[in-house]
């Protein structure tokens, strides 16, 4: 008889709490403790960004322009002689900063939404029925409408990445706030004299969360790669800008003579996005393993 | 320890008599003979041993009921005998299952594809997800036909009408044709059974094959379960937990506790005369066979954890006649009175 | 199969009057003054109040909606501010080559995405089933454009084997396909590591299934299990994901064929938009929403063809 022996976890304690449980499981997951300590890196390495290079993002140079990477320029110049790595380094700051910003919109919104539908029933079809239609706007072209509305900048792909994350957050945390909100305490806790507020606020937000946050964190890699796909449309902010996307797209027409300007940032976003997922994936394993992606 | 009762009731006799006569009458080597079977499972916190010294027959033309609480390893044996133990978690540890005058344990898995369905099949549990929702009925059991057997399309197709008539599905030219949500759940268990049976094997296993079922639908199955086995000459291994099911079928009877065998013999014998504190408890909770409520719940407490089994016999934190040699020494299946054994340092219990 | 498409319709009529909203406020709020565009610099008020009323642009807002979805009923999109060309025109002309884009990029991704998300579960723990896994993740992290940008750096420029601008002509030419190999691999790519994990995912749940059980006790191969009896039903949940991921898709060929200066519709809109050309703009987008309705139909027809309980 073949005998595959599953690799045989070792006992977990009787008493062992639940925070030192999942403490353990991540320890248990080298990858993603690894990606761990990349992501806290990436991160300190984008705060603390301008005391970490000597060089200017924006400071033209023309003696040093489309440098392969050397000692001085570890990653090169681009095409006006930008230092690469300062030019990156803010990047990730930028697509960090407004990744985070259109997930915080788009959860916030799409939480009070999802539980609203919940807890108001005679509100929940109308506003699922309207989380269903904007579902079926694809982020790509509410990014292309708000551009053409606004203008091209970094706040319109902010607003639409916003925009696209509230109907799937509305429909997690709806769907999380329905298993509290029938329960018998609720009913006690209304029972009591309890304001909706009050109740919403202590009862059912708090069983959302974990759902929203896990649903959050797997979306994150997403959103950025949509918001670095609208810029390399020239949707985001102008040229100038330390965009990634923007970055990848000007160094585009430089492929022959200096393939580094334009894949320097596109390894850079697939460092951070690739550093993102492996975390999400690893956040619902621990945390919710019923949320889907 | 009591003397054995110098007046047997009739009903004993008449069991001793069958049992004799089936012991007499056919010479022949069982069909099925498991040998000391010890089967594990991998689980989050180590291996289980779920199926322990399990050894039993099962002959041509007769009906072996194993019965037994959920949990106590009565599936898990069907299983090992199918070589379908879930992988990679399930194992066959130790032991012989010896289909036909060959030991299935040593068969590759390749080998084993000619075995199933062939030589012996199964029907499981659930009717409602047992059919594959995608595939029409008469596809899947083609399907079953054509893994072990050459033959044309319009022979298959024919073959498929006559085995869902067979087990008494109306119209079955129409039938053949629908997918399994277009059926009842009884329609379900017979498409299984029909599916089971194509090959005409030796061995049918089933596996609480009505415990899904209403009350009129479960005597319907059971009654087609008699006449296909009477007919074909085919052996049944019938697992459940509703005693009037095996009232109702069996010729012998295992009882099955925490993964051993506790007792075993003719049906007659140990309805009348049972050998062990736990089939006594049993059958004390018997439910009348038209209530439908089979779970035996009776006897006080729960079924061991495997994982750390209690000392000695496994029963004795349950048994009303647990004796200090209960806790030390796990008894061994002794010989009570002939084919009858019983586990119990007690038996014979009179 | 009738009613999944009616009943897929009226679902998406709401959706088809948001896009047309949004449409129209392209027209309506833009910052720009089409007018004053049209008119050119230098315009006296007159000519511009004269082009106001010739574009409508004095009538209330709710009216000047009712009279542009029924212009957009008759397939009259306006005319591009650049060219004056008719809007329709250049959609029609430009929807066949991002189609042709999209479907390469599906016959690429599809069989791809299966086949490791398969092969993945069947060895699942396994070292394959990790390179698996790795090489999914690394998929689904990757910015579409880059993909594209290795492709035209290696194969394009550096080794020459392959062309990366516009399109070849017809497929079935020798040129039109070589065309075609970079942008649909590019865009096929981004959705090989979805597909490949929810088939791996689906697949796993599958195959601890009853009906997995009876095709084993049945006597099959496991060849025939997996490849018969779970793959069609591991699949529905794929195909709702592809449904789903409609949209990426969408957005990866507008990033393709900006690339690739593919002749097709999502450069159109790219162009359209940083160059103000509103017209053109709300027909892309109009356009581009239609065919994200187009894919989602399809995928409930195939949703149905996979799951008979659906076809009630």
């Known amino acids: 008889m073949t005998d595959q022996n599953v690799a045989l976890p070792a006992l977990v304690p009787a008493d062992a709490s639940r925070g030192r449980q999942l403490l353990r499981r991540l320890l248990r997951d080298k990858i993603a403790l690894f990606m761990l300590v990349l992501l806290v890196v990436i991160v300190l390495a984008a705060v603390f960004a301008p005391f970490l290079t000597p060089f200017d993002p924006y400071r033209t140079s023309l003696r040093s322009r489309n440098m392969p990477p050397d000692l001085v320029h570890w990653l090169g110049t681009d095409e006006q002689g930008r230092d ?41 079809n109308l506003l699922m029925r309207a989380m269903d239609v904007l579902l079926s706007f694809p982020a790509i072209l509410l990014g292309l409408a708000i551009a053409g509305i606004w203008g091209p900048g970094t706040w319109g792909i902010i607003f639409a990445l916003a925009i696209s ?48 946050l896990v649903y959050v964190t797997l979306r994150f890699g997403q959103v950025i790669l949509l918001g670095a796909s609208l810029s390399f449309l020239g949707l985001g902010a102008p040229p100038p800008s330390a965009e990634l996307g923007t970055m990848v797209s000007q160094g585009r027409s430089l492929l022959f003579t200096a393939p580094h300007v334009a894949l320097v940032p596109c390894f850079a976003l697939f460092l951070i996005v690739l550093v993102l997922n492996v975390l999400g994936d690893a956040a619902r394993d621990i945390f919710d393993p019923k949320v889907q992606q | 320890m009591n003397m054995v009762d110098p007046k047997p009731t009739a009903a004993i006799m008449a069991a001793e008599s069958a049992a004799m006569a089936s012991e007499a009458a056919p010479a022949e080597e069982p069909l099925l003979r498991v040998n000391r079977l010890r089967t594990s499972i991998a689980t989050e916190r180590g291996r289980m041993t779920v199926v322990n010294d399990v050894s039993f027959e099962v002959r041509a033309g007769r009906t072996l009921c194993i019965v037994g609480e959920s949990g106590c390893g009565k599936s898990i044996t069907s299983l090992s005998v199918m070589r379908l133990l879930p992988k990679p978690q399930g194992r066959i540890d ?45 596809d899947q059991i083609t399907e079953a036909l054509l893994a072990h057997e050459r033959c ?148 006080p407490g729960t079924v061991p954890n495997l994982m750390a089994p209690p000392s000695g016999c496994c029963f004795h934190p349950r048994c009303p006649l647990s004796t200090e040699r209960c806790v030390a020494d796990a008894p061994p299946l002794a010989v009570v009175r002939g084919p009858h054994r019983s586990a119990c340092w007690l038996a014979p219990l009179d | 199969m009738l009613r999944v498409i009616v009943k897929r319709l009226m679902v998406s009529i709401p959706v088809l009057l948001g896009v047309l909203f949004i449409g129209f406020m392209l ?41 542009y979805i029924a212009r957009v009923l008759q397939g009259d999109l306006g005319k591009s501010v650049l060219n004056r060309a008719p809007v329709i025109d250049e959609l029609l002309r430009t929807i066949g080559p991002t189609a042709e884009l999209m479907f390469c990029a599906m016959l690429v991704a599809v069989p791809l995405g299966i086949g490791m998300g398969t092969l ?35 194969f394009g420029l550096q080794w020459g084997l392959l062309p990366f601008q516009g399109r070849g002509g017809p497929l079935w030419t020798w040129d039109g396909l ?89 450069r159109l809109a790219v162009s359209a938009i940083t160059s103000s050309d509103f017209p053109m703009a709300q027909g892309t987008i109009l356009m581009l929403a239609l065919s994200f309705i187009i894919i989602n139909l399809m995928v409930d027809l195939i949703y149905s063809w996979l799951d008979p309980r659906m076809r009630q």
Not at chain 2, 110 to 131: C, D, K, N, W, Y
Not at chain 3, 120 to 144: K, N
Not at chain 3, 204 to 224: H, N, Q
Request: proline content about 5%; aromatic content about 6%.
């Open chain 1, 165 to 212: 994350t509230i109907p799937p957050v509305a429909r997690v945390a709806r769907a999380a706030a329905l298993g509290v909100v029938n329960q018998d305490y609720l009913v006690a806790a209304r029972a009591l004299g309890l304001g909706d507020f009050a109740i919403l606020h202590r009862y059912v937000l708090r069983n959302c969360a974990t759902s929203v």
């Open chain 1, 84 to 124: 690469l790595v300062a030019r990156v380094l803010f990047g990730i700051r930028l697509t960090l900063a407004s990744g985070f910003t259109s997930l915080f919109l788009g959860g916030f919104t799409g939480t009070i939404i999802g539980v609203t539908a919940a807890y108001y029933k005679r509100a929940d």
């Open chain 2, 152 to 299: 044309g399309r319009h022979e298959a197709r024919s073959r498929v009408i006559a085995a869902l008539r067979e087990v008494g599905i109306p119209d079955p030219e129409r039938r053949i044709d629908t997918f399994p949500h277009e059926l009842s759940g009884g329609m379900r268990q017979r498409v299984v059974i029909a599916m089971a049976l194509i090959c005409r094997p030796k061995l049918l296993i089933a596996d609480e094959p009505t415990t899904a079922l209403d009350v009129t639908v479960q005597a319907q199955i059971l009654e087609l379960f008699r006449q296909l086995r009477d007919s074909h000459r085919m052996g049944l291994m019938l697992i459940t937990h509703d005693l009037g099911v095996v009232a109702e079928m069996a010729d012998d009877v295992m009882v099955m506790y925490a993964g051993r065998v506790v007792e075993s013999g003719p049906v007659a014998s140990i309805f009348n005369n049972p050998q062990h504190p736990y089939t006594i408890g049993l059958l004390g909770s018997l439910p009348k066979i038209t209530e439908r409520q089979g779970r035996l719940s009776i006897i």
């Open chain 3, 27 to 67: 027209l309506v709020v833009v910052p720009s003054d089409p007018a004053a565009i049209i008119a050119g610099e230098g315009a006296t008020p007159e000519i511009l109040a004269g082009l106001h009323h010739d574009l409508g642009l004095d009538r209330p807002v709710m009216e000047r909606f009712a009279l």
């Open chain 3, 178 to 266: 070589a065309h075609m190999v970079l942008p649909a691999v590019s865009l096929g790519s981004i959705l090989i590591g979805p597909i490949a994990r929810m088939t791996r995912t689906s697949m796993l749940d599958v195959l601890g299934l009853d009906f997995v059980r009876t095709a084993r006790a049945k006597g099959l191969g496991e060849t025939r299990v997996v490849l018969k009896h779970a793959l069609r039903t591991a699949l529905i949940p794929v195909v709702t994901l592809i449904g789903l991921q409609a949209g990426y898709l969408l957005g990866g060929a507008v990033v393709t064929e900006t690339i690739f200066a593919w002749p097709g519709i999502g």
């Open chain 3, 120 to 154: 993945g579960a069947v060895t699942r723990g396994r070292w394959i089933d990790r390179v698996v896994m790795m090489v999914s993740v690394a998929g689904l992290s990757m910015p579409g454009f880059m993909i594209a940008l290795l492709g035209i750096e290696y």
């Open chain 2, 94 to 138: 130790a032991g012989n299952i010896t289909l036909l005058g060959r030991d299935l344990t040593t068969l590759t898995e390749h080998q084993m594809h000619a075995v199933r369905g062939h030589e012996v099949s199964i029907v499981f549990q659930e009717p409602m997800t047992a059919l594959n929702p995608v595939y029409t009925i008469g």
